[in-house]
């Protein structure tokens, strides 16, 4: 079955603790995307990656970072988080037609105390 | 900049009626277009979109959205819904010169028996 894997689903942590949040997608897709998604905002984009070890900045990047090691997974990292963070995390992926839908995962909602 | 419109923050209605959430998108050049709806506690879901073509897209589920390259505007419309379409409904426009996908706020579709 095609999918996007993000975890953990929910995650509960304090300032400064260092966290990962994984993104696993099967369908060989080269774009891969975070976005954070908050009330009357909608989504906005964090980091993007057209494909292995080539990634840029989205919208809203300061305080993560991000790595395309393999073609697969796309790591979103928070180094010192901040309660400024709590939100609700999308990773999204699609093909490189950009023209073709983006595949989402099930989020991972963050409260950083 | 790119920007996408959804004016309505929520849209209430009752079962059986007709609805139209509205979604405008600025742009100079040419933009792909697209319709994402959000179920509760889960990632989103493509639910239609315009490339080229036909200027009238239509949904599995019954939605359906017109592009009207005058008024910059693609608005999402059903002739009568279903409390099953209960969900927040994303506009989202790809300048498909600077390939970078930009959303709307969200409409949350409230549907009450």
């Known amino acids: 079955e095609a999918q996007v894997t993000q975890n953990p689903r929910y995650l509960i942590t304090v300032t400064g603790k260092k966290l990962t949040v994984t993104c696993s997608q099967n369908?060989?897709?080269?774009?891969m995307s975070w976005y954070r998604q908050d009330p009357g905002l909608g989504l906005r984009q964090i980091y993007y990656s057209m494909n292995v070890e080539v990634t840029d900045k989205g919208d809203v990047p300061e305080g993560y970072k991000v790595s395309r090691k393999e073609k697969r997974n796309f790591p979103l990292i928070l180094e010192s988080p901040s309660p400024n963070q709590t939100s609700l995390y999308f990773c999204a992926s699609s093909s490189a037609d950009r023209g073709e839908k983006l595949f989402f995962g099930s989020g991972t909602q963050l409260s950083v105390l | 900049a790119q920007s996408v419109t959804q004016l309505d923050s929520q849209v209430p209605v009752f079962e059986e009626a007709p609805v139209e959430l509205r979604c405008n998108y600025s742009?100079?050049?040419?933009?792909?277009l697209f319709w994402y709806v959000q179920y509760p506690n889960q990632g989103l879901q493509l639910l239609l979109k315009?490339?080229?073509?036909?200027?009238l897209v239509e949904s599995i589920n019954g939605f359906e959205a017109e592009f009207n390259k005058s008024q910059t505007s693609f608005h999402l419309r059903k002739p009568s819904v279903h409390i099953s379409d209960t969900a927040e409904y994303f506009c989202a426009a790809l300048n498909t010169g600077f390939q970078k996908l930009v959303f709307g706020t969200g409409t949350r579709l409230l549907v009450s028996p």
């Open positions: 369908m060989n897709h080269e774009y």
């Open positions: 315009y490339l080229s073509g036909s200027t």
């Open positions: 742009s100079s050049v040419s933009v792909y």
